[in-house]
């Protein structure tokens, strides 16, 4: 093997990692002073120089003349006689330059430096992938599916760096065979054991963010910012908006002419259901905004609780507690605050003394499965027991058992009362 066979297959490195040439020869140079080193210990007399323009390498070893009994060191010294034997015309005190061939490292040597080489240009390729995507963490890009697991797909972009899309970043809805293309956010970059591993996602509000940047002009410009978004991926995501110029109405430019903008967005995320909401710094109009289309009679916060009882008319409760209670959810979320909804009166005084609270049964059922059934609306006794078991558990994250105990435990407090 010989210079020329180093050198091109480091060319085909460069060519296959994109990595820029400057960069490669300084690290071929270091690969060679490795192999000088370990044959002559002390490299200061050598010169190594690569051309970057033709992509060739030479080695030369420097040597001061000296009478050939004053030579102490053979490495920085050489005998008159032995350098004559290189040029006729040489003389004591001046300097020889020999060429150094790669053949005289032996094979064994040679075939260290290229895996050296090999894994030192590795090395550069993943600090460079690493530095790149980095730089691009909360970005949107397309990547090609290259292999579907169980927890996660593998993609490939366009310089073939591995990316992954863990089960966990990807709508529920989602499915994807090899070859199709991926659009998703750049969620995190990691570092394990000197490998990078660029995880994407789709679920992250990031992505709902650029997707949204990329369709509202207003919004790439700045003159309207996304306050927050809260999100369960694929089913409803509730994003606020806020703008700097009273002349645009930060939600019409969103959603766009006959949601032209927005449509776009839904489809691209499984037809997810996106609230546009105008910002405002009063927390009871953002409490009224954030559970729409529902409409609020009247609602209670309590700062030191972080809770707030919301009362709406019964026709208005399922609206604001939402399919499998996501719409309440979301809006709890968004303003940092526990909602309860509550039910207003309908009946008389007789029908409001015959009803039971549920905090009245704090000391048979426990609190997180009253808070539970607080989030769909069912305050009292009554209202628990107007509706299915089955609807019951499908509402809430209470087991079916535990429906039917509770059930059980309200039931009997209104058979009492009949026998009393």
């Known amino acids: 093997m010989n210079s020329l066979d180093l050198i091109d297959s480091f060319s085909e490195f460069k060519q296959m990692k994109n990595i820029d040439r400057p960069t490669m020869m ?30 060739d390498l030479e080695i030369w070893h420097r040597r001061e003349i000296v009478e050939d009994a004053a030579v102490e060191n053979p490495i920085t010294q050489i005998g008159i006689t032995e350098a004559k034997k290189i040029e006729e015309d040489f003389d004591i005190g001046e300097e020889t330059y020999e060429k150094i061939t790669l053949e005289s490292f032996g094979r064994r040597a040679v075939l260290a430096a290229r895996q050296t080489l090999a894994s030192r240009v590795g090395d550069l390729e993943k600090d460079e992938v690493f530095k790149k995507y980095k730089d691009r963490i909360g970005e949107i890009l397309s990547a090609e599916v290259y292999q579907v697991w169980k927890k996660e797909i593998l993609l490939l972009d366009e310089e073939g760096n591995e990316l992954l899309l863990p089960k966990s970043e990807q709508i529920k809805t989602d499915f994807f065979k090899k070859g199709e293309t991926i659009r998703a956010v750049v969620r995190k970059v990691e570092l394990r054991n000197g490998t990078p591993f660029i995880i994407l996602s789709r679920t992250d509000n990031a992505f709902l963010a650029k997707l949204m940047e990329a369709e509202v002009p207003e919004i ?3 003159l309207i910012v996304i306050k927050n978004i809260v999100r369960e991926p694929g089913e409803k995501a509730k994003v606020v908006v806020e703008s700097f110029d009273d002349r645009i109405d930060p939600v019409g430019a969103c959603v766009g002419v006959k949601g032209s903008r927005i449509h776009g967005i839904v489809r691209e995320l499984k037809n997810e259901n996106i609230d546009i909401i105008n910002h405002t710094s009063n927390l009871s109009l953002m409490v009224q905004r954030a559970l729409a289309p529902a409409k609020i009679t009247s609602l209670d916060i309590n700062q030191e609780t972080k809770r707030i009882s919301v009362y709406l008319a019964p026709d208005q409760v399922s609206l604001a507690i939402g399919k499998r209670g996501v719409n309440i959810k979301l809006a709890s979320r968004l303003v940092g605050f526990e909602i309860d909804v509550y039910r207003e009166n309908e009946g008389g005084a007789s029908e409001e003394e015959y009803d039971i609270d549920l905090e009245e049964f704090a000391d048979e059922i426990e609190d997180w499965m009253i808070d539970e059934l607080k989030k769909i609306g069912c305050d009292t006794a009554r209202s628990v027991l107007q509706l299915s078991e089955d609807e019951l558990v499908r509402r809430t994250d209470l087991e079916e058992e535990s429906i039917k105990e509770i059930r059980k435990i309200l039931q009997s407090e209104f058979q009492d009362d009949k026998k009393s």
């Open 26 to 55: 300084k690290v071929l140079e270091d690969v060679f002073r490795t192999l000088l080193r370990k044959k002559y210990g002390d490299v200061d007399n050598f010169d190594i120089i690569v051309n970057t323009d033709k992509g």
């Open 220 to 222: 790439f410009d700045g």
